[in-house]
Structure formats: structure tokens, C-alpha cells
């Protein structure tokens, strides 16, 4: 794999830029592929993918989630709304699954569409999901909810996200939109990985070095490139431009307004710009967040010496860390 990180020199003029909101809907044209089933393996599968060997888990299969979340009788609407809660609030109150915390530690809050939670939790509501080998064995008592019409039933999917990004007939937007979601859950993915395996330390090095491999293997799978920037930089390789700044300072205003931040997309002649907030999680702090309480001695001692001029400590959960910023021709 190549280490080179495609640094892009965004000149944006402001005279003829339009902004605009992307929309998170599927295209018609693919509605009876199921795109709650779509979305669902790209977004969720990273971690909770059911062909993902026991040993080598991050999270729950689906199902299980299913299993915990599903009570006879229960209505779509109810189901779909306890999913939307979690989603919007991990935390220790709302857990309906404290085996899996005790195994994997909490699910860190992310940012995903309402709709698109929605159309997840409305797919696992009407479909049986896939199972993983030793599923019924560990649960004896998990029969689906008696409406699953067996559209999703016993097929891992074995085709990969990347393979559904290059074919999906998404707009530009969207994909953009895509990119940044699947590069963050890849990495969330490896570092949460990490650091449940080796520690914090070792996930640091890992972060250091791998960080820059995974999202430029992205970029040339998809055509596209894709870059972090903060306004207090780890690294001063992904220090804000000027322009990256003022989306960051929009996204802060979102939080502050206590809005769900909505990508931006800027077009300038054929390349398409979107910015899209990075939060902080709970996972985050061991690295971004206090030192000495929530950064242990050793940690931020090896973050100084290899970083001298970090701006990137004091956060805490749910702040803007940065952005992605993906750009790609139309
Ligand atoms: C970066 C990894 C990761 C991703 C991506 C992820 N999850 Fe999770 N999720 C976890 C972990 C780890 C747990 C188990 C610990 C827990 O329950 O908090 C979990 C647990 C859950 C639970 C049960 C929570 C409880 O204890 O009550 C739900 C519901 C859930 N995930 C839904 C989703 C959905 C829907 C998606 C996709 C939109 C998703 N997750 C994506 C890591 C992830
Ligand atoms: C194990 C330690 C560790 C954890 C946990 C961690 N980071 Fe980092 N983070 C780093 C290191 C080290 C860098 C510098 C990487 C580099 O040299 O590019 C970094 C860089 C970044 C950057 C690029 C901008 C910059 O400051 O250079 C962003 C954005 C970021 N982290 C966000 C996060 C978020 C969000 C989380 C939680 C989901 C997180 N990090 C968790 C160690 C960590």
C-alpha cells in the first residue's frame, strides 16, 4: 500500500460556489433492492457484520441486536424509534445489551440520517436477518418477530462496501456523502478494534500510521479525494485551510444550536466539495480528551514526543474534532 496522503489544494471562490443540502433519500430506481438493507451493510456491518468469525468480532451480529431490541407484539413504529433513541443516545442508560458492552465496550455515538436509521430499523423489523454459524446455539430463544418474509434470510452477503459504492447509482452527492461514512467507519472500525485487542498505546502508532493508508486506498478506489482537517491539529499535516474553517465553525454552531449538522456540499465548476463533521465519541477521549485524567501518563506522554506542537487535547464528548472533506469531479 502506498503512504502518500493526497493533500488537495482547494481554491474555492466564493463568487460562484453554490451550496446546497444533499438529500439522504434512495433513488427510486433501486427501491426494490431494499436499500434499509443497503444501508444497513454499509453503515452498521463494519462492526456488526454476522460473517464476521466469533473471535474476531467488534460487535454483535444484527441479529442479536434484533433479538434484544424486538419484543413480541411490538409494533413497527415502537421498534423503529427504541433503534433512533439508541442511535441518538448510546449511552450507559439506554443499553439493552450489557453482555455486549461487557464484551466490546459501548457503541461510540456516531452520526447517522435519521432516514436512514429509519430505513435500517423498518429492514430488520420486517426481515428475518442473517445468522451467523453459532447463532442458535448461544440463542436458543430468538425466533424473529413472526413476520420476516424471509428476504434477507441466511444469505451472507458476502460482497464487500466497496463493491456496492462503485456500482450504486447514487448521486455525487450521496456518494461523496458515502465516502466520508465509510472511511470513518472503517477507521472507527480499526481503532476500536485496536484498542480493545493491544491498549490505547498501541492503537496510538496504529492511528499514526494507518490512518493515512486507509483513506488513501479509498480515494483511488473511488475516484476521489479525501482528507481530515481540524482547527487544533494533531498532526499539523491536517491543519483547517482558511475556507475549511468557517464549515467547521458552522458545524460548531450546529451543536451549540443543538441541531443534527447536515453535510455541506459546495460545487465549483466540475469538482464537488463536502465537508462533513467529525464528533467526538467516548472512544475518542483516551487520545483527544484531559490529560492525566482521561489521557493516562503514558499515553500523552507518547503523544507529546511524537507530536511537540498537539493542539488536539481537551475535547470532550460530542464536539467537532474536524472534518472530511471529499472532493471529486462530477
Ligand atoms: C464502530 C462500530 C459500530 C458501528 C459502525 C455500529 N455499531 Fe452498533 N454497536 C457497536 C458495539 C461495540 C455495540 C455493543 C455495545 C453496546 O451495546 O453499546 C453496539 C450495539 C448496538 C446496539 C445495541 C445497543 C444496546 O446495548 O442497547 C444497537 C441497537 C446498535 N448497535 C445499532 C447500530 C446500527 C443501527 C448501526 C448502523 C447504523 C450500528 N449500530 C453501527 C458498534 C458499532
Ligand atoms: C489511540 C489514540 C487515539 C484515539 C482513541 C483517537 N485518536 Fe484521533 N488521532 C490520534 C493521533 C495519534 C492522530 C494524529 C494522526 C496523524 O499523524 O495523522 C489523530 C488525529 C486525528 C484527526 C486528524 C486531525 C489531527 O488532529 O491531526 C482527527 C480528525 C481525529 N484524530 C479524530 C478522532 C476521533 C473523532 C476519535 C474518536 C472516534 C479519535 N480521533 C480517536 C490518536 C487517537
Request: glycine share 6%.
Given at each position: 500500500?502506498?503512504?502518500?496522503?493526497?493533500?488537495?489544494?482547494?481554491?474555492?471562490?466564493?463568487?460562484?460556489?453554490?451550496?446546497?443540502?444533499?438529500?439522504?433519500?434512495?433513488?427510486?430506481?433501486?427501491?426494490?433492492?431494499?436499500?434499509?438493507?443497503?444501508?444497513?451493510?454499509?453503515?452498521?456491518?463494519?462492526?456488526?457484520?454476522?460473517?464476521?468469525?466469533?473471535?474476531?468480532?467488534?460487535?454483535?451480529?444484527?441479529?442479536?441486536?434484533?433479538?434484544?431490541?424486538?419484543?413480541?407484539?411490538?409494533?413497527?413504529?415502537?421498534?423503529?424509534?427504541?433503534?433512533?433513541?439508541?442511535?441518538?443516545?448510546?449511552?450507559?442508560?439506554?443499553?439493552?445489551?450489557?453482555?455486549?458492552?461487557?464484551?466490546?465496550?459501548?457503541?461510540?455515538?456516531?452520526?447517522?440520517?435519521?432516514?436512514?436509521?429509519?430505513?435500517?430499523?423498518?429492514?430488520?423489523?420486517?426481515?428475518?436477518?442473517?445468522?451467523?454459524?453459532?447463532?442458535?446455539?448461544?440463542?436458543?430463544?430468538?425466533?424473529?418477530?413472526?413476520?420476516?418474509?424471509?428476504?434477507?434470510?441466511?444469505?451472507?452477503?458476502?460482497?464487500?462496501?466497496?463493491?456496492?459504492?462503485?456500482?450504486?447509482?447514487?448521486?455525487?452527492?450521496?456518494?461523496?456523502?458515502?465516502?466520508?461514512?465509510?472511511?470513518?467507519?472503517?477507521?472507527?472500525?480499526?481503532?476500536?478494534?485496536?484498542?480493545?485487542?493491544?491498549?490505547?498505546?498501541?492503537?496510538?502508532?496504529?492511528?499514526?500510521?494507518?490512518?493515512?493508508?486507509?483513506?488513501?486506498?479509498?480515494?483511488?478506489?473511488?475516484?476521489?479525494?479525501?482528507?481530515?482537517?481540524?482547527?487544533?491539529?494533531?498532526?499539523?499535516?491536517n491543519k483547517a485551510t482558511a475556507a475549511e474553517e468557517?464549515?467547521?465553525?458552522?458545524?460548531?454552531?450546529?451543536?451549540?444550536?443543538?441541531?443534527?449538522?447536515?453535510?455541506?456540499?459546495?460545487?465549483?465548476?466540475?469538482?464537488?466539495?463536502?465537508?462533513?463533521?467529525?464528533?467526538?465519541?467516548?472512544?475518542?477521549?483516551?487520545?483527544?480528551?484531559?490529560?492525566?485524567?482521561?489521557?493516562?501518563?503514558?499515553?500523552?506522554?507518547?503523544?507529546?514526543?511524537?507530536?511537540?506542537?498537539?493542539?488536539?487535547?481537551?475535547?470532550?464528548?460530542?464536539?467537532?474534532?474536524?472534518?472530511?472533506?471529499?472532493?471529486?469531479?462530477?
Amino acid at each position: 500500500m502506498k503512504n502518500i496522503f493526497p493533500i488537495l489544494l482547494l481554491i474555492i471562490s466564493f463568487g460562484c460556489q453554490k451550496s446546497e443540502k444533499p438529500s439522504y433519500g434512495i433513488k427510486t430506481a433501486i427501491a426494490e433492492q431494499n436499500p434499509g438493507k443497503k444501508l444497513m451493510e454499509m453503515q452498521c456491518y463494519v462492526c456488526h457484520n454476522p460473517a464476521t468469525p466469533h473471535e474476531n468480532r467488534i460487535a454483535p451480529p444484527m441479529i442479536a441486536v434484533k433479538s434484544h431490541y424486538y419484543k413480541k407484539g411490538m409494533s413497527k413504529a415502537d421498534f423503529v424509534n427504541d433503534i433512533q433513541n439508541w442511535i441518538k443516545n448510546p449511552v450507559a442508560e439506554n443499553v439493552k445489551m450489557p453482555g455486549a458492552v461487557k464484551r466490546f465496550g459501548m457503541m461510540p455515538k456516531q452520526y447517522f440520517s435519521e432516514s436512514a436509521i429509519r430505513q435500517i430499523a423498518e429492514y430488520m423489523y420486517e426481515n428475518e436477518l442473517e445468522k451467523p454459524v453459532d447463532f442458535d446455539k448461544n440463542h436458543k430463544n430468538m425466533n424473529g418477530n413472526g413476520k420476516g418474509n424471509g428476504n434477507g434470510k441466511g444469505n451472507v452477503n458476502r460482497q464487500n462496501n466497496q463493491g456496492f459504492l462503485n456500482n450504486n447509482p447514487f448521486s455525487n452527492q450521496e456518494k461523496g456523502l458515502q465516502i466520508a461514512l465509510q472511511t470513518k467507519a472503517v477507521l472507527g472500525k480499526n481503532l476500536m478494534g485496536k484498542i480493545q485487542k493491544e491498549g490505547t498505546l498501541a492503537a496510538l502508532d496504529f492511528c499514526h500510521i494507518k490512518a493515512f493508508q486507509l483513506t488513501d486506498s479509498m480515494s483511488v478506489v473511488k475516484n476521489a479525494t479525501i482528507k481530515r482537517a481540524s482547527d487544533k491539529p494533531r498532526n499539523a499535516k491536517n491543519k483547517a485551510t482558511a475556507a475549511e474553517e468557517i464549515y467547521i465553525q458552522l458545524f460548531k454552531d450546529d451543536i451549540k444550536n443543538n441541531k443534527d449538522s447536515e453535510p455541506i456540499v459546495v460545487e465549483n465548476g466540475r469538482n464537488i466539495n463536502l465537508y462533513y463533521p467529525i464528533l467526538t465519541n467516548s472512544m475518542c477521549l483516551q487520545c483527544h480528551g484531559t490529560p492525566k485524567t482521561q489521557i493516562t501518563e503514558t499515553v500523552f506522554a507518547q503523544i507529546k514526543k511524537k507530536y511537540p506542537n498537539d493542539k488536539a487535547i481537551g475535547y470532550n464528548i460530542n464536539e467537532i474534532r474536524g472534518i472530511w472533506n471529499v472532493s471529486f469531479n462530477k
